[in-house]
Structures are given as C-alpha cells and as structure tokens.
C-alpha cells in the first residue's frame, strides 16, 4: 500500500495529474478496502484531497460521509461531481442542525451556499431529484436564509448597542448559534428591544401587511432621529407633541420661550440639525424595502405627508416664515429611494386634495399654498431630471404622463387654484410664474 501511496502523490505533486487520475480510479475500484481507506486518508493528509473528489465513486462518497470532516469535503464533491442539489441539502441541512453548534455567521454562510448550489443546479438542468421537488426545496432554503440573515443584523445591533442585558435569560446565548424562527425573533428580540427597523425587514420579508403596525414602526423610526428636541414654535411644538404619541419612542419636545436659554442636550428642531440622519435612515430603508413586491412596507402617502408636516415645522418657525427658505428634501428622499415620478404626483396630489391633512397639520393661510408649492417642486425636479443626459427613465414617464393628457391638465389646475387664492402677494405670483415655465418646458421635452 505505502508503494502505491508514493507513487500516487509523487505524480500529483509533478502535475500528472492523467497518470494520478488513473492511478487512483483503479484503487478506488479494487477489491481491497484497506487500500482504499488508506488512499483516502492519505490523499486528505497530504492536501491532495481535490485528486479524489474527481473520481466518480459511491465508496468516495461514502467515505466522505462516514469521514466527520464536517460537510465542506462532501459538498465539494457533490459540485464536482455535477451534483450540485445535492450539495445544496446537505449544506442546508447542516445549517439548520439543531443537534450541533454552529455560530451564527456560519450557519448563514451555509445557507447562503446551498441556495447558490440549489441556483447552480435549476439554472444548468443538472440534479438528481425531480425539478418540483428542487423548485420548493430552494423556495424553502432562501426563506430560511433571509431570516437568518435578519437574526444576524439583530444580532449585530443587540453586540453595537449593549442590549445583551435587556434580553430574557439564555437569549442572547441562542441568537448567537440557533436559527429562530421568524416570529420568535420579532417577538422575543427585535420588538421587546425597539429595533423599528428589523422589525419593519421582518414584517416586509413575512409579507405581513399590517398597515398599522407599519405605520407605527415607520413613526418610531422618524422620532428617533428628532427627538428629544426643543422649539421655540407652538406650532412645531404641537406638532410634534401630536406626532409622538402614535409612536413607541419615549422621548420628550420642550417649548422654549424667546428668551429662555437653548439645553446643549435638547436642540432646536427648526435648525434642521436632525435632516440628514432622518433623510439617511429612510432612503437606507426605503431601498431595501420598495420595489421588491412588497410596497406596502414604505407607505408612500404617510411617509410623504410625516416628512412634509416636518418641512412645514421648519418654515413655520423661521421668523418671518419664508416659504421659499426650505429646500425640498421630503421629495428627494424619496427619489433617491426610488420612487417613480407618476407615483409621487399621485401621492403630493393626494395631499393637497385633503389626503393625511391629520399627518401634515394646518397653518390655517399657508397650508394650500405649501402643498401646491411643494406639487411645483417636484414637477421642476421631474422636468430638469427629464431634460438632463442620464434622465431616460424620468423623461419616459413624463412622455406617459403627457401622453395621457394627465399632467397638462393637473398644472392647469394648479394655475387655476393658484390664481384664487387668497393668499396674495409676491409668493402666489411667483408659483404661477414657476408652474408657466415647467409646462413650457415639458413642452419644449415631449
């Protein structure tokens, strides 16, 4: 046996890798077990390994069962071997062993393999099962893979965050090393530990429309990043006082008189300090979970309406108010989710029809004026996104929206209110005059 070992690795290590081959395919298929045992062992010691996973054997794959070399060695046979469904359920089924402990980011990386075998296999017609059987099999492993890549984000917060103490006892022990099931770790990690944000990702992955609890969640996710906060505006004040209490943030708003001192730990909502990580948090989120079949988990018409009444705090509490001094960063939030321009004009029309007037407030002479501004804005960004040389798919809806003799009349209307309104002065004549150059230029486009 030692004489047929040397030469076999003697001509695997000078790259005869012909001669090797046949070498250890007649081992392989001799009578004599001992050989083989001997062969394999040999082989794995010497980091020869790979000569043998080529070698198309049941004794080799049963050995490689029997080996405990844990399930890497099978599975790269099975890939050799064209196997490849078959090394998507073993790595599966080791992934979600509850007999053995495994940590965590391994047992995601094994899942996260055996759907990339489980692919391989659909997508070149090679598995030894029948392909209904595949098909589910797949569905199943990428369901268990996307809430365990979820547990391994919860997990990560509770580590960054030092919540490990916040968690029942033994918890915090079994995130580490067991797959959960998607409601224990909502329910038992996620919610208890107010991570809005998880919670949203396991709702939106579950496909769970709960329409409520979404709303809620998307509220606490906009609060944390405000709050605590002060004002010296009753209206910001009210507003905000109103906005938190349909969210699980327990944080306070203080009303500041004009000449009180600011708190260097309470700042002044109407600085806008707050914009950019509110603005972060939402297009991050916003991202993950728009697009994807699941649009219910970004409740466009709630978002825009929180984020707006929250640009409206801002220009309420300039002193004078500037209608013109706000930028409009609820809208390219929401661009820079994704959000298709036909969407928004739908969405910014609802508003100012009346729809969610409860989420934007009322500042009695102004309010209709804001939300038609707001309506300009966007048509502005639409008309120079269309007009610009990467601005294909802007330009194509606004071609749609033209076309179905939509939007033309929505900017008729618009210059129709904004010619009643009592609002008068140099703010309605300067919308008109913004409304009249966006339709020359979405005629000058389409």
């Known amino acids: 046996h030692a004489i047929v070992l040397h030469h076999i690795v003697r001509l695997v290590e000078s790259r005869s890798l012909d001669q090797a081959g046949r070498m250890i395919a007649c081992s392989v298929a001799s009578p004599d077990s001992e050989l083989k045992a001997a062969l394999f062992e040999h082989l794995l010691a010497t980091d020869h390994i790979e000569a043998l996973l080529k070698v198309k054997s049941k004794d080799v794959e049963s050995w490689l069962k029997k080996a405990d070399k844990g399930p ?6 099975y890939m050799i071997q064209n196997k490849p469904d078959l090394g998507g359920k073993l790595l599966w089924s080791h992934a979600t062993d509850t007999s053995v402990v495994i940590p965590l980011d391994d047992r995601v990386d094994l899942l996260n393999r055996a759907v990339n075998s489980f692919e391989t296999a659909l997508a070149s017609g090679t598995f030894v099962e029948n392909e ?9 492993a990428q369901e268990c893979l996307d809430v365990a890549v979820l547990q391994q984000r919860t997990l990560k917060a509770v ?12 918890r915090y022990e079994k995130v580490k090393s067991v797959l ?7 329910n038992e990690y996620t919610a208890p530990l107010n991570l809005f944000d998880l919670c949203l990702l396991i709702l939106h992955s579950c496909r769970h429309n709960d329409a409520g609890t979404i709303e809620t969640l998307w509220k606490s996710i906009v609060c944390e990043e405000i709050l605590p906060c002060a004002t010296r505006s009753s209206y910001a004040f009210n507003f905000l006082k109103s906005f938190m209490s349909g969210s699980m943030v327990e944080e306070r708003v203080k009303l500041l008189s004009d000449d009180a001192e600011s708190d260097p730990s309470l700042p002044l909502v109407e600085f806008g300090a707050w914009v950019d990580g509110l603005k972060g948090r939402i297009v991050n989120l916003g991202r993950e979970v728009f697009g994807t079949g699941a649009d219910f988990a970004f409740p466009l018409p709630f978002l825009t309406a929180c984020m707006e009444g929250l ?12 209608i013109q001094s706000v930028p409009p960063w609820p809208l390219w939030v929401l661009l820079d989710v994704g959000v298709p321009f036909t969407h928004l004009i739908d969405t910014y029309e609802g508003i ?13 002479e102004h309010t209709r004026l804001w939300n038609t501004k707001s309506i300009i804005e966007l048509l ?3 008309v120079a996104r269309a007009g610009h040389g990467s601005g294909a798919p ?26 009643e309104s009592n609002v008068v002065g140099t703010v309605s004549g300067s919308l008109y005059q913004r409304l009249v150059n966006v339709e020359n230029a979405v005629r000058r486009l389409v």
């Open 180 to 186: 959960v099931t998607v409601s224990d770790l909502y």
């Open 132 to 140: 209904v059987d595949l098909r589910r099999a797949a569905s199943e």
């Open 394 to 419: 802007a330009l194509r809806q606004l071609s749609g929206a033209v076309l179905s003799g939509k939007l033309l009349s929505r900017v008729d209307s618009l210059k129709s209110n904004l010619a």
């Open 159 to 170: 580590v960054s965050r030092s919540l490990e103490d916040r968690l029942a006892v033994g």
């Open 380 to 382: 502005e960004e639409w």
């Open 311 to 322: 640009r409206m705090t801002q220009f309420v509490a300039d002193s004078p108010p500037d």
């Open 72 to 77: 890497d060695l099978l599975w790269r046979y």
């Open 352 to 364: 100012l029809l009346g729809e969610d007037k409860g989420l934007m407030g009322s500042v009695e």
